[in-house]
């Protein structure tokens, strides 16, 4: 039992947001929920009300009233920055939502707002903690499929039927390849390292009156020659996936963040001398929004004042990853370095 719970304020409870009160429930040894914030008053009444801790409609109200240690940003992309930077000159921690931003400017701002703010500040980029993509990356850190040669993964959503529409502002845009292909670019980045170099294309052929493309492949130069791929689709005809391949010279791993287990193909030789791949299956537990470990990490780095794996740089690097995959797309496929920011 931790000596201290983190009191954490959750802004923004329209979908994710209260998956993460849940997180902060779920891990009452070292976390309480402090406050909630959304701009839609019914909804910040609904849920401070119903969890009995006070509720704010604006964000700044939030903030001078106090009460609590970390910010949980769980609101549209587009006004991370803005929020995120404001809580850091406030004095507080801060859990922000992936994508941390859409542009590279202010990815900088906010790590420069978290430096300064000397408090820790982390990017919620959840497949790190969904079961099977820490299996796979166990896997691969052991060894046990050689040394990698092809990574790819793929981020495939139908966005067609959801409701909230800041996904799809015409003026502030959320380019598709950075706020859900994030996931993909980030898990590859996390198992194989920072991409050098992007080559992307781009279409958009069924959410024709989405102000972004909806469909962008882009290949990857990896450092140690590997090659990499991702594929973010936001309009696929199919049930949300996050299927990932990872070759490595003695063994393949398939899995994603959807199934109860993981397929890893290694090679052996049956009694009659034929050179097979037989399957292995490894179970995993189902849990692509793991966002509860997200929070215990998050307090336990506060309480101990340990270092954060998936930091504000760490977002911020995914985010030059999508942005080189846009770029290169309106260049026709070029390839562009991402502007990483180093921590
Ligand atoms: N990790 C994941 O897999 C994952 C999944 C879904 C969403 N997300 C991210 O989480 C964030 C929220 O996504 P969502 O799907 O929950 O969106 P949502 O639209 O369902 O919820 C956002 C909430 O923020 C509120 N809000 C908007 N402006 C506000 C303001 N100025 N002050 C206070 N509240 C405000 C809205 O009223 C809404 O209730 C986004 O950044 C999104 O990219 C991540």
Redesign the pocket.
Known sequence: MAEKKVRFAV???????QAHIQGILKNSDVAELACV????PD?ARKFGEGHKVPYYVD?YEMLKAGGFDCVVL????Q??REHAVAACEAGYHVLC???LAQSIEDCRLMAEAAEKSGKKFMT?Q?CRKAPGFIKAKQLVDAGEIGELFFVESEYAHDYQFLK?L?RKDPVNLRYSVI?GGC?AIDLLRWIAGDPTSVMALANRKVLTDWPVDDCTIAIMQFPNNVVGKIFCGIGVKRNYTMRTCLYGTKGTIICDNQSPEITIYRHAVTDNGKHMYPDQKIPVDINH?N?GAEIRDMALAIINDTPLECDVYQGANTVAVGIAAVESAAKGGMPVPPPYIRG
């Not at 802004?11 to 947001?17: A, E």
């Not at 914030?37 to 839609?40: A, S």
């Open positions: 802004v923004g409870v329209g979908g994710l947001g914030c959304d701009n839609v909804l964000f769980v609101t549209p992309d006004i991370h939502e992936k994508p919620g959840v909230p800041w706020g996931h929004h966002v």
